[in-house]
């Protein structure tokens, strides 16, 4: 009865986490703070202007509109520099191998990104042509855990929520999955994915038929 797979970006398909980690810790130390890896959990799935409020709150520095709207353009700035060099050895494992799978099983395959770099880096790693559907941080007005993201992928394939897996490293994409009345895969560790259907701890050796029935 499952019909898509619709995976988020960042952490799952590629490692550009540790990009956004990196450029947000950059731009913490121009007001004195240091970011630690506990946060950064929290700050995956979430869109960049939330991530900056969370941090703003975290630093306990009020900052002004115009100081929020320079910093965010530089962490992306930074963000961008630290991922120009990306190519398809930053792929994580197994998941060519996955993605060839579930194409062979029939599956419409989506992305459900906050990111609105992730055309840039799926063009990079020339993961472009395995998506039937492209949904990115462009196309949503609400961030995860919010489901709006991948409620559009499934109504974008033509296809009802219920029929849809999503795979998630994060918290909040985890919950974004299950209040979309979707089946969720956590890529990553059971402690951070509690609310997963299924968690793995990443795609090495995953049999696809296996891991997709529920
Ligand atoms: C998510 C990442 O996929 O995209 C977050 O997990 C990131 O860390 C968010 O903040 C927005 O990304 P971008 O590329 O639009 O800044
Ligand atoms: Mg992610």
């Known amino acids: 009865m499952y019909k898509a797979c619709l995976f988020d970006l960042d952490g799952v398909l590629v490692d550009t986490a540790i990009y956004h980690f990196q450029a947000w810790k950059n731009l913490g130390k121009q007001f004195g703070y240091e ?20 941090i703003l ?26 991922i120009s060099n990306m190519n398809p050895s930053e792929i994580l494992p197994g998941v060519l191998e996955f993605l060839q799978q579930i194409k062979d099983l029939g599956y419409k395959i989506a992305l459900g ?22 949904i990115d941080g462009n196309k949503v007005s609400k961030s995860k855990p919010d489901p709006e993201v991948f409620l559009k992928g499934a109504e974008g394939l033509g296809l009802s929520p219920e029929t849809c897996i999503v795979f998630e490293d994060a918290q909040a994409g985890v919950e974004a999955a299950k209040a979309g009345k979707m089946k969720a895969i956590g890529i990553g560790e ?17 049999k696809a038929a296996e891991l997709l029935q529920f």
Request: charged letters at 25%; aromatic letters at 8%.
């Open 190 to 206: 059971a402690e951070t994915l509690a609310l997963a259907d299924k968690i793995i701890p990443n795609f090495i050796g995953v």
């Open 57 to 82: 709150d975290w630093a306990n520095y009020l900052a002004t509109q115009e100081q929020k709207a320079a910093w965010l353009i530089e962490k992306n700035e930074d963000y961008l520099r630290l």
């Open 35 to 54: 970011l630690t890896e506990e946060q950064n959990e929290q700050l995956k799935g979430v869109s960049r202007v939330e991530s900056l409020n969370k």
């Open 113 to 134: 990104s906050a990111s609105k770099n992730a055309e840039i880096i799926l063009e990079k790693t020339g993961l472009m042509p395995w998506f039937d559907l492209i």
